[in-house]
């Protein structure tokens, strides 16, 4: 029983976003308030031991939001984003083959690694459920959503998707570092991480559909 409470914590506290509030695209939801918690996209303390003496370990990185059980029974636990469309990776991994690219010039092995650590993390919530029938847990396909965004750039005003806003050419993304004019049709933030526009893109996903979960549509 240890063992699998722990694994339990273990993914939700590594890799979920915990829902109690939904007012994203104008829709109103039954839930009256949103946390999130997980790794270094919405950072509770990793990033600031990971990444000492940078912009990572100063405040708000390394802070940590409950301090308490929550006692919570709605989970969204995000998959992994197709890493092979960010930019940080396409240019350490970068191919002289085309055929490692897909059409939209993505890397295609580091996406199916994507693929294969979801297809793990879905296994792993579906045992969940079984264990916690009472814990609403549902899964949240940040891959397909990301590469649909990837597939329709001009759909979601993204002009630049393989290129920092934040930083580059050298510069790192700082303080004093260069930003762009415009990161609404910026894919990538610094690199590593997305945008809000690639998030509203992903986001829309996951409530509008095609990957829709239900229950953040659903109006009281």
Avoid at 32 to 42: E, K, M, T, W
Avoid at 90 to 114: A, E, H, V
Avoid at 165 to 177: H, I, L, M
């Amino acid at each position: 029983m240890a063992s699998s409470s722990f694994s339990f914590f273990q993914i939700l506290s590594a890799t979920t976003t915990l829902l109690l509030l939904l007012e994203a695209h104008q829709a109103s939801s039954c839930f009256s308030a949103i946390f999130s918690f997980g790794d270094s996209l919405q950072d509770t303390g990793n990033a600031a031991h990971m990444f000492v003496n940078s912009a990572l370990s100063n405040p708000p990185y390394g802070t940590t939001y409950f301090h308490k059980a929550t006692g919570a029974k709605t989970f969204v636990v995000p998959g992994n984003l197709p890493i092979g469309c960010i930019p940080a990776w396409l240019g350490q991994y970068r191919s002289d083959k085309p055929s490692d690219y897909d059409r939209n010039g993505c890397l295609i092995w580091m996406n199916n690694f994507s693929e294969y650590h979801n297809n793990h993390l879905q296994t792993e919530l579906d045992r969940l459920k079984g264990q916690f029938p009472n814990v609403n847990i549902a899964y949240a396909d940040y891959l397909n959503s990301g590469i649909r965004m990837f597939s329709n750039q001009a759909q979601f005003g993204i002009t630049v998707p393989f290129t920092a806003c934040c930083g580059g050419n050298g510069y790192p993304c700082n303080a004093t570092g260069p930003v762009c004019p415009n990161p609404l049709n910026h894919a990538s933030w610094e690199g590593f991480h997305p945008t809000e526009a690639t998030y509203h893109a992903i986001s829309d996903g996951i409530i509008r559909g095609p990957y829709a979960i239900p229950f953040l549509s659903q109006k009281c």
